[in-house]
């Protein structure tokens, strides 16, 4: 393993133009490209293809096209859980994503960080990233955006085109940008 990807699996900053990282981003592409290609038929193949690219999909979980996510080992999906169409996992640290979760249309995991104070890193294109967590039997609506190192807990619902900012506990409604809790389920 090189410095750079060695250096973004402990959260550190990195450089994403690694010819490693981008050899591994490269694969990633392809597979995806090659799952959005397939016919609507073509599920065993689909199912291949993600267990190909994946770190792991569980029993029962399946994710319609397009699928966008830039290395894909990173992510994590229990069983019986769904992801819509254009779902975007930015997986540069890993997304792990429980048992019986929905996740809705455009949803976007974004792990990714970048410097803010220091201007001249930003620009020489440094960054890190901070996992995601979501837990069981969670609903996410149309259009969700999880930030970096975010938590959802078990049995909570993202109301539609909220931006999730911080941690959320278990059996909570939250809604809004940034999303916040309007009341317990």
Not at 47 to 55: A, F, I, K, M, T
Not at 92 to 120: K, N
Request: hydrophobic fraction near 35%; charged fraction near 25%.
């Amino acid at each position: 393993m090189g410095e750079h990807k060695g250096r973004m699996l402990r959260g550190e900053l990195y450089k994403d133009n690694d010819p490693e990282l981008v050899a591994e981003r490269y694969r990633a592409q392809r597979l995806c490209a090659e799952f959005n290609g397939t016919e609507p038929d073509a599920g065993e193949r689909r199912e291949q293809l993600l267990r190909d690219l994946l770190g792991g999909l569980g029993e029962g979980s399946w994710i319609m096209p397009r699928f966008q996510c830039d290395y894909g080992y990173l992510i994590e999906i229990g069983s019986n859980s769904f992801l819509n169409y254009d779902a975007i996992l930015l997986d540069c640290a890993p997304i792990r994503i429980g048992d019986d979760v929905s996740i809705g249309p455009r949803a976007q995991l974004l792990t990714a960080l970048h410097p803010m104070e220091d201007h001249e890193a930003r620009r020489q294109r440094w960054e890190s990233a901070a996992p995601i967590t979501i837990g069981n039997n969670v609903w996410f609506g149309g259009g969700v955006t999880v930030c970096a190192g975010v938590t959802v807990g078990d049995d909570t619902v993202v109301g539609a085109g909220s931006v999730v900012t911080r941690d959320l506990p278990s059996k909570v409604f939250a809604a809004g940008n940034p999303a916040r809790v309007i009341r317990g389920l």
